[in-house]
């Protein structure tokens, strides 16, 4: 069992607040992915919840019991870091028998455990072996073991894969979700790569400068972001903006007026007075180019994307804003060329002037 | 014109003979001093001087003859160590709360630690005679043990704060979070870590209490007195005999010397052995 309550979490380091009040419940078997822009404050949070730094105010309880002021060793939980931290002077077995070696476990069952920790991460041929003689992968399989060996109540990873090149890191992320499926375990993940958090997580939190966003499943956050800043950190490439005024409002519609030179009428509800400032954001994948004249919106193209299955084109509208366009990979438009977009109105996200997403379906943030 | 590989060449054989000449240098006054320690006295003053000589044992035997080389050297040692052990004790969590704890003010008591060996030994004499004497301390080992570590504390304790910082923080947090306390983490993970460095800490303490002589010649006569104050002996109440003097030198250097000879391999090892990136 595992259950983590986080409640009004606040971290100042030097008069400066880094964690501004965070709210949060993980329950047992979850894959809870912290995901942010660099500097939000994702690992601080993490180190917080191992007991790693000291909390301003606020307080952490997992299952039912206050641990604000445990220190870490006593938490049962297990960290993997960046730089997976290996004790260098050990061998590979001492490095995953260390914590069970502390806790004065029978030596055989520290065996058992450590060879079955090297079995699962296929680290049999280099247990005698110290950290200096491994590649990263394998120092990354050490350090995962390390954490497997101990059977802690939740792991914690702080971006553990980003010391790795990128097809080591694609498999690493596959063996890390089938992990979290073999041990049935609770984890928390700390990433500022948003495929990493897509893939793995069961609930996503997005953090910025030390507030939550937005938390819930990978899709969820997808297709209703809470707000402009969900909306523009997840997803690649990004989802286009194009801000305007609000129009004609009905119960179950409303008409927006864009500066792009375009008027639209989407299927949402409103309760904004008509003429207020109102963003509207739209994914690569929600926009068509259609034969000149058919078009919501007139722009021009700017350069494009070959990645063989799809083409990105960027392109710009007449107001100057940014869009990008997925299309199939063996059209390209010529760079300057006029074409005609129409927009996929029921996957068109508004939102109001202050950021926050006008979507009767969303629930916002906790 | 020299090609790439011929600069390169020749840089190099002026490197090494700019190297030995130095070492050369800096040699050449412990080597004169073992030579002249075998010479007789008429030979040591001879000049020019002399590299040829029939090679005698007189001085040593002469020593031998007048004062107890081993009570010395047993002082040497043992106050040596004792200090040397002492320091590092406060040392390592001294440095240990400094690099891994650091605060606003770290860098400033490390400053301030740095700043006392400005101050002249001589300033404190007369305080510290005094202190000894009321303590009934003078002419005691006890006395020079923790002058001798208060005075290379602040050496030791920044040479080990350096050590200490070159190793990830990570590592330690790793091994919180695998149950250790503050003991088990400073003596498992850290100490083993760091363990090239101590040792050349402990190296350096070791030389600079076997070689200090002002507190040893000002505080001790006899009881407690090291080799120092038996090389002192040497120089002053009959005139100046060279060969005498070397040869007592050579006595009082010759175990640091051995020591510092026979841990160099293990020295240079530790060092590149505790690398950790
Ligand atoms: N020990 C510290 N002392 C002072 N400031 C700190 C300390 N640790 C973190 N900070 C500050 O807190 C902020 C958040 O840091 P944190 O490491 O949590 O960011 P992050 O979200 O993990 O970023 P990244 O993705 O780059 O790792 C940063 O502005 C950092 O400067
Ligand atoms: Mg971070």
Redesign the interface.
């Known amino acids: 069992m595992a259950d983590l309550k986080v409640r009004n979490l606040k971290k100042a380091f030097?008069g400066f607040s880094i964690i501004k009040g965070i709210d949060l419940d993980i329950h047992d078997r979850e894959f809870v992915v912290f995901v942010g822009p660099s500097g939000c404050g994702k690992s601080t949070l993490l180190r917080l919840i191992?007991?790693?730094e000291d909390v301003s105010s606020g307080n952490i309880e997992l299952d039912g019991k206050d641990i604000t002021e445990v220190?870490?060793?006593?938490?049962d939980?297990?960290?993997v870091?960046?730089?997976y931290?290996?004790?260098?002077?050990m061998t590979v077995r001492k490095n995953l028998s260390?914590?069970l070696d502390?806790?004065g476990a029978p030596k055989q069952e520290v065996k058992d455990k450590v060879e079955n920790a090297a079995r699962i991460l296929e680290l049999d041929p280099l247990l005698e072996r110290k950290p200096?003689q491994l590649s990263g992968g394998q120092r990354q399989r050490v350090a995962i073991g390390?954490a497997i060996v101990?059977n802690p109540k939740i792991f914690l990873f702080d971006e553990p894969l980003s010391n790795l090149d990128a097809a080591l890191r694609v498999q690493m992320r596959l063996e890390l979700a089938r992990l979290h499926q073999d041990l049935q375990a609770t984890m928390i993940y700390v990433t500022h790569d948003q495929v990493e958090a897509m893939t793995l997580a069961t609930k996503v939190v997005v953090l910025n400068s030390g507030r939550v966003e937005q938390v819930g499943s990978p899709l969820e956050l997808y297709h209703h972001p809470a707000n402009l800043f969900v909306a523009g950190f997840l997803g690649t490439p990004t989802m286009g903006f194009l801000t305007g005024n609000l129009g004609q409002t009905a119960a179950n519609a409303c008409e927006v007026k864009l500066d792009a030179r375009a008027n639209i009428s989407l299927p949402l509800a409103t309760a904004l007075a008509p003429g207020s400032k109102v963003t509207l954001g739209i994914r690569p994948e929600h926009i068509n180019i259609v034969p000149a004249g058919e078009g919501l919106l007139s722009v021009t193209a700017d350069v494009s994307e070959r990645l063989g299955s799809d083409t990105y084109c960027h392109v710009r509208s007449q107001s100057g804003e940014m869009l990008t366009v997925r299309v199939r990979g063996d059209f390209a438009p010529k760079f300057g060329e006029t074409l005609d977009l129409s927009f996929d109105t029921a996957h068109c996200h508004l939102f109001d002037d202050s950021g926050k997403a006008i979507d009767k379906r969303i629930q916002s943030a906790a | 014109m020299l090609t790439l590989k011929q600069k390169r060449s020749l840089q190099s054989l002026l490197v090494g003979c700019a190297a030995w000449l130095i070492a050369g240098l800096i040699f050449f006054p412990i080597f004169w001093m073992v030579l002249t320690s075998f010479k007789t006295e008429l030979a040591a003053f001879a000049t020019p001087p002399q590299f040829i000589f029939t090679p005698t044992l007189e001085n040593y035997l002469h020593i031998n003859d007048r004062s107890d080389y081993f009570s010395y050297a047993w002082n040497s040692v043992l106050i040596s160590f004792a200090a040397t052990a002492l320091c590092m004790l406060v040392a390592v969590p001294a440095a240990y709360s400094m690099a891994f704890f650091e605060t606003?003010r770290t860098k400033g008591t490390l400053l301030w630690m740095l700043s006392t060996k400005m101050l002249p030994p001589v300033g404190v004499l007369m305080p510290i005679y005094l202190i000894c004497k009321s303590l009934g301390m003078l002419d005691s080992r006890l006395a020079l043990i923790v002058i001798y570590t208060l005075i290379n504390l602040p050496i030791v304790i920044w040479m080990v704060y350096t050590y200490f910082k070159d190793i990830?923080v990570?590592?330690l947090?790793?091994?919180?979070?695998?149950?250790?306390?503050t003991l088990?983490e400073i003596s498992?993970?850290l100490l083993?870590?760091a363990r090239g460095g101590l040792a050349s800490t402990m190296l350096l303490s070791l030389i600079l209490c076997w070689n200090e002589a002002f507190w040893s010649l000002n505080l001790t006569s006899s009881a407690a007195a090291p080799l120092t104050a038996l090389v002192a002996s040497y120089s002053s109440p009959e005139g100046l005999f060279w060969a005498k003097l070397s040869a007592v030198s050579t006595l009082a250097c010759a175990p640091i010397l051995i020591l510092g000879w026979i841990s160099q391999k293990q020295l240079v090892r530790g060092l590149s052995?505790?690398?950790?990136k």
């Not at chain 1, 931290?85 to 002077?89: D, G, K, M, V």
């Open positions: 030097e191992a007991g790693l220190a870490p060793a006593k938490r939980l297990a960290m870091f960046q730089t931290a290996l004790y260098p002077h260390f914590g502390l806790s200096k390390r101990r | 606003k990830p990570d590592i947090e790793a091994a919180r979070l695998d149950g250790a306390t088990q498992r993970v083993p870590i052995f505790g690398a950790v």
